[in-house]
T-cell receptor, first 112, second 112 residues
Framework: DAKTTQPPSMDCAEGRAANLPCNHSTISGNEYVYWYRQIHSQGPQYIIHGLKNNETNEMASLIITEDRKSSTLILPHATLRDTAVYYCIALPYGGSQGNLIFGKGTKLSVKP | SQTIHQWPATLVQPVGSPLSLECTVEGTSNPNLYWYRQAAGRGLQLLFYSVGIGQISSEVPQNLSASRPQDRQFILSSKKLLLSDSGFYLC???????????FGEGSRLTVL
């Protein structure tokens, strides 16, 4: 599985967009980019995933660069409840039969 | 719909005592199952994963073990707990053909 790197922490003002970057320069052609978040003392929660096209759902948008070496998770209007650790992982769809390893993620603090 | 449950939610155990954490998944068959641990202030550490009954892969050598006696049941055990075993333990599953992980509520273990 491709290794990902993320900034350890970020701040965002409430109501503004939060843009969380992720580098995955060694990603292979069959690997998807997945984003999860973990609110304190809870299990991680799936947010969104994509292969090469930009994706949007009710929680967030995912922008993947054309070379697929990096991506950005966008929370369009961050709220205090979005304060969490955000994890980006790259792994193959249909082949995730083994170890799904999370990095240290980005701790997002949304401030009033 | 699929659900995942793990118990107990909290546990305080003395050093040297045994441990058994249980996880069950409902509403699906032949899931991939995972045990993660999160020490205080740390990231998610993959401990064990299983792609089928009786098939266990260990990621980190330690005094913990895992078993999968039934298709949708995953158990984390220890014969003698160490202080370093304290942490937040999370069970998770995937349908086996995708990277979307579904996490349980977590079990917080304190070893004294």
């Amino acid at each position: 599985d491709a290794k990902t790197t993320q900034p350890p922490s970020m701040d965002c003002a409430e109501g503004r967009a939060a843009n969380l970057p992720c580098n995955h320069s060694t990603i292979s052609g069959n690997e998807y980019v997945y984003w999860y978040r973990q609110i304190h003392s809870q299990g991680p929660q799936y947010i969104i995933h994509g292969l090469k096209n930009n994706e949007t759902n009710e929680m967030a948008s995912l922008i993947i660069t054309e070379d697929r070496k990096s991506s950005t998770l966008i929370l369009p209007h961050a709220t205090l409840r979005d304060t969490a650790v955000y994890y980006c992982i790259a792994l193959p769809y249909g082949g995730s039969q083994g170890n799904l390893i999370f990095g240290k993620g980005t701790k997002l603090s949304v401030k009033p | 719909s699929q659900t995942i449950h793990q118990w107990p939610a909290t546990l305080v155990q003395p050093v040297g005592s045994p441990l058994s954490l249980e996880c069950t998944v409902e509403g699906t068959s032949n899931p991939n199952l995972y045990w993660y641990r999160q020490a205080a202030g740390r990231g998610l550490q993959l401990l064990f994963y299983s792609v089928g009954i009786g098939q266990i892969s260990s990621e980190v050598p330690q005094n913990l073990s895992a078993s999968r006696p039934q298709d949708r049941q995953f158990i984390l055990s220890s014969k003698k707990l160490l202080l370093s075993d304290s942490g937040f333990y999370l069970c998770a599953w995937t349908p086996g053909a995708g990277g979307e992980l579904f996490f349980g509520e977590g079990s917080r273990l304190t070893v004294l």
